[in-house]
């Protein structure tokens, strides 16, 4: 349960090369990514294996997946989702993704709104209110993203992240792996910035309406990042949908509180 | 060598704790610290200054673009040239220059250009910035990830603009227009010869190779900090066989020139504190979007150790520590020229932008500079690099041909203040 297997998915000539992370078994559970990608098999994942096969994704950019110039504006990239699937002979998955993820995930549900069985949105970007600013994730030092992405900053991986934050310095003492580091960081947030700057906002809105799927909309009750009034918005223009909101929990839930968040997930699977 | 006398042209009165206050002088610093009475006195006090400069017989002056910021405050430089191309006759025009991805549709640059090149007799040199993180990303709401491209596009379009002499239809990813043809041309043919500013993109290195521009070295670390990056740009013109003409690579220095060494400290600190500790106060989490800079420019500058280029910007140094450090190259007449002329032997250089007025400098200040400059130090490094011609300045009209301002209000004055009829 604990360590997922990984492959190369072909997707064909001049196309993205897509990571593959698999593990456990049941049903499919197509599971996207939030801009952090994914560090580690760790949150949410492990937790999910208990009732399904899931099958993590990562984007251009992130791990070993390549491919970001083939991928000229968003709807390359929501076609690129339903390529994925196809590769993986699966049908009607359920989604389950996370803020960037999560924006990924509805876009892909509303474009073709019958060949998602489930979703499941955690703290999903992709809507706007001037009164409710989503924070800017491209204008703040790591160190400072800190706060708006946990509640509570002294959990593990606000510690990891903040030590990230010791190789920006303005000497040059950095070794090769630290610089390889910053290099891999720099090129997943590329891609999240290729679709999301400078306004996380591309008219997701418009298109809500036409999700199908029964959708729960997951999010931490302290989450700074994109505020929690976001939940009721998409519920309201999505027809099937219910809100699980989780206490003391900032904007990276599956981090911060991954049983709650797991059961919610869990339970909305099995509906 | 020639000189260019460079205005950055920054506010003068951000508040004594400003760095307290607020995280960076630009694109999120509170405009209403800006008072546009005193704005207006500024410009002319700052015009003046140039103005100047091109009297004293400085081979050109030059002007720059940012936004939304207290450092610069020229986000259009082409107002500032066009009013310069008015008020010099000598001087050519340096405008480094309009951040071309940032111009819908890119070809109002080649308009604009033209223009200035038209107005001017033919004194414009072209500048094509990528810009800075902050104004392109930031203030300008550019895409980090795709800015390089587009940059790449805008420029192939307005140069096709320039070249062509029958309308043609641009197909481009981030253009598409059906007719480009741009009224007016430039004087300069083909077009006004190019410079591009940069830091330490190896890229942006290939490109001035590739189409044979300047390559224009532009930051506030001085001339020591320089020598790795600018090493590193002429091995690589070696490597891409390109002869290793001086004149191909501009630097930015920052000069403080007063009577005596003696003198230079008591005079310039405050500006140059103002300048290093306000000015250049940025804020770091803005400085480096993703995409902004290509895997391979990172991983060069790590081999280089030039590190974060954008960070290594000389604050909370002392007077001594600047002047050691190069950042600044303050003195008398002598010391100065010395240390230019290390400066443009070591670093291969044959064109100098002078930031000869720094941070809060007054125009008395300022002006005494610049004389001393012209008449102490610009006649005795002229010689410097003579034995190369230099392929990357304007070809304007001769003097002769160029028009005086004014001059035909004058010619025609005393028929113009009789009653119209007797006019034929």
């Not at chain 2, 596009?153 to 480009?180: C, Q």
Request: proline share 7%.
């Amino acid at each position: 349960m604990n360590s997922p297997r990984s492959r190369i998915l072909d997707l064909g000539k001049n196309r993205p090369s897509i990571e593959i992370l698999e593990a456990g078994e049941g049903p499919p559970l197509l599971f996207l990514h939030s801009a952090g990608g994914i560090y580690a098999w760790e949150g949410i994942l492990p937790l999910l294996t208990r009732n399904f096969h899931v099958y993590a994704p990562l984007l251009p950019g992130f791990g070993q997946s390549t491919g970001l110039d083939r991928l000229e504006d968003q709807f390359d990239l929501f076609l690129l989702g339903f390529d994925i699937i196809e590769a993986l002979g699966i049908e009607r998955p359920y989604i389950v993704g996370e803020s960037f993820g999560g924006w990924m995930a509805a876009e892909m549900a509303a474009l073709r709104p019958r060949e998602i069985s489930r979703l499941a949105l955690a703290a999903p970007v992709g809507l706007w209110r001037d009164e409710a600013p989503v924070a800017d994730i491209f204008g703040k030092t790591i160190g400072e993203l800190v706060p708006y992405l946990f509640y509570n900053q002294t959990c593990m991986a606000a510690m990891r992240m903040n030590m990230v934050t010791m190789l920006f310095s303005e000497e040059d003492d950095r070794s090769q792996e630290q610089v390889e580091i910053l290099i891999a960081m720099s090129r997943g947030f590329q891609t999240v910035a290729k679709f999301l700057f400078p306004i996380p906002e591309n008219g997701l809105e418009r298109r809500l309406w036409r999700i199908k799927a029964p959708t729960l909309i997951v999010w931490g009750e302290q989450d700074r990042l994109i505020s929690p009034t976001y939940a009721e918005i998409f519920s309201e223009k999505i027809a099937q949908s219910e809100v699980v909101k989780i206490p003391d929990t900032g904007h990276l839930i599956g981090l911060e509180s991954p049983e709650p968040y797991a059961e919610a997930i869990l339970r909305w699977g099995d509906g | 060598m020639k000189f260019n006398w460079f205005h950055l042209m920054p506010y003068r009165w951000l508040p004594d704790n400003f760095r307290e206050l607020y995280h960076g002088v630009w694109v999120d610093l509170p405009n209403s610290l800006y008072d546009p009475q005193r704005g207006h006195q500024l410009y002319h006090e700052y015009l003046d200054m140039i103005e100047y400069a091109d009297q004293l017989g400085f081979d050109s002056i030059g002007v720059n673009e940012h936004h939304q910021n207290g450092y610069g405050l020229m986000p259009s430089p082409n107002l500032m040239a066009a009013a310069l191309a008015r008020r010099t006759t000598k001087a050519m025009i340096l405008v480094l220059g309009n951040s071309i991805a940032l111009y819908n549709p890119p070809t109002r640059v080649a308009e604009e250009f033209a223009m200035l090149d038209v107005i001017s007799g033919g004194r414009l040199i072209a500048g094509f910035p990528v810009g800075t993180p902050m104004d392109v990303n930031y203030c300008y709401g550019q895409n980090p990830a795709t800015i390089r491209e587009k940059y790449r596009e805008a420029h192939d379009l307005i140069i096709k603009a320039w070249r062509e002499r029958e309308p043609f239809a641009w197909n481009g990813k981030y253009t598409k227009l059906r007719y480009v043809n741009i009224w007016p041309q430039p004087i300069q043919k083909p077009h006004p010869p190019i410079w591009i500013p940069g830091l330490s993109s190896i890229e942006t290195w290939d490109f001035c190779a590739a189409n044979s521009y300047n390559y224009s070295y532009l930051s506030f670390s001085g001339y020591k900090k320089a020598q790795k990056m600018l090493d590193g740009y002429w091995e690589r013109m070696a490597t891409l066989g390109k002869e290793p003409n001086p004149y191909s690579c501009a630097f930015a220095q920052q000069v403080c020139l007063s009577d005596t060494d003696a003198e230079c400290e008591e005079a310039w600190w405050p500006h140059v504190d103002y300048f290093f500790n306000r000015c250049l106060h940025l804020y770091p989490g803005m400085t480096a979007p993703p995409g902004y800079t290509s895997e391979a420019s990172i991983r060069a500058a790590t081999v280089a150790q030039a590190g974060n280029t954008s960070m290594n910007l000389g604050t909370n140094k002392s007077w001594k520590e600047l002047v050691e450090g190069g950042y600044i190259i303050a003195g008398g007449p002598e010391t100065v020229r010395q240390q230019l002329e290390e400066l443009a032997r070591s670093l291969r250089c044959g064109h100098l932008c002078l930031a000869l007025h720094i941070g809060s400098a007054p125009i008395e200040l300022t002006n005494r500079s610049t004389y001393i400059f012209a008449t102490e130090v610009m006649p005795l490094l002229r010689p410097v690099w003579s034995e190369w011609e230099d392929h990357w300045w304007p070809k304007a009209l001769p003097e002769t041909d160029r028009a005086v301002p004014g001059d035909r209000n004058q010619a025609v004055k005393t028929r113009a203040e009789r009653p119209l009829e007797v006019i034929k």
